[in-house]
Every structure is written in C-alpha cells, then in structure tokens.
C-alpha cells in the first residue's frame, strides 16, 4: 500500500523537518482534491485529476493509490468512464493515510 522505500528516500533527501512539512502540504492538497472526484466528471477532466492524483501519490509512496489512479486515468483517457470507480479511488486514499499515519509520527489518520 505504502512504498516505505520512497517515504525513507524523501526523508534523506528533504530532512525530518521539511518531510513533515511536505505531508502536511501533500495531505491538505490530497484532502481538496479527492473531494472533487466524482463519477460525474467529463472524461477529460477525471483522466486530468486523477492524472494529477497519481503524480503526487507517487511522490509521497501511495503506491496502491497511485496505482489505482492510473488505472482510472487510462481508462478515461479512451472515453471509459463509467468503468471508473470514484468511490473505490477514494476509499484506497482514506486507506492509504491510515496505513502512513500508523507509521508516521505526527500524521492523523483520515
């Protein structure tokens, strides 16, 4: 679910100090974001956000998250959109910061 190799990685290569500011910036800009993610969307728009999604996974180690976004992001890129499951998107983030809270001092659980 987390790659705790990339979370270690960003913290030598950032220090303990900004991590903890990066997570919180990340977490707060995550939170807006997956709100925004519904069924609805044009397929240009969920290919985007979860395009968008997928990036900052990647960047923080939400690995399972990031996988399940470009799963979406492929499929809305070819116009599939009703195969694309918001609500499951959105479950695996709330699932995804329990699993780095749980390992992470300093990090709420969502």
């Given at each position: 679910?987390?790659?705790?190799?990339?979370?270690?990685?960003?913290?030598?290569?950032?220090?303990?100090?900004?991590?903890?500011?990066?997570?919180?910036?990340?977490?707060?800009?995550?939170?807006?974001e997956v709100e925004t993610?519904?069924?609805?969307?044009?397929?240009?728009?969920?290919?985007?956000?979860?395009?968008?999604?997928?990036?900052?996974?990647?960047?923080?180690?939400?690995?399972?998250?990031?996988?399940?976004?470009?799963?979406?992001?492929?499929?809305?890129?070819?116009?599939?959109?009703?195969?694309?499951?918001?609500?499951?998107?959105?479950?695996?983030?709330?699932?995804?910061?329990?699993?780095?809270?749980?390992?992470?001092?300093?990090?709420?659980?969502?």
């Open positions: 679910m987390i790659d705790w190799d990339r979370v270690n990685q960003l913290k030598e290569e950032i220090g303990e100090d900004d991590f903890q500011e990066v997570v919180d910036m990340f977490l707060d800009e995550m939170n807006e993610l519904t069924p609805s969307m044009t397929a240009q728009d969920l290919e985007s956000k979860l395009h968008f999604l997928k990036g900052a996974a990647l960047n923080l180690g939400f690995s399972a998250f990031a996988d399940l976004c470009k799963t979406g992001e492929d499929a809305a890129r070819v116009g599939q959109t009703e195969g694309i499951d918001t609500a499951a998107v959105i479950a695996c983030y709330k699932t995804s910061i329990d699993a780095f809270a749980e390992n992470t001092p300093g990090i709420a659980a969502a």
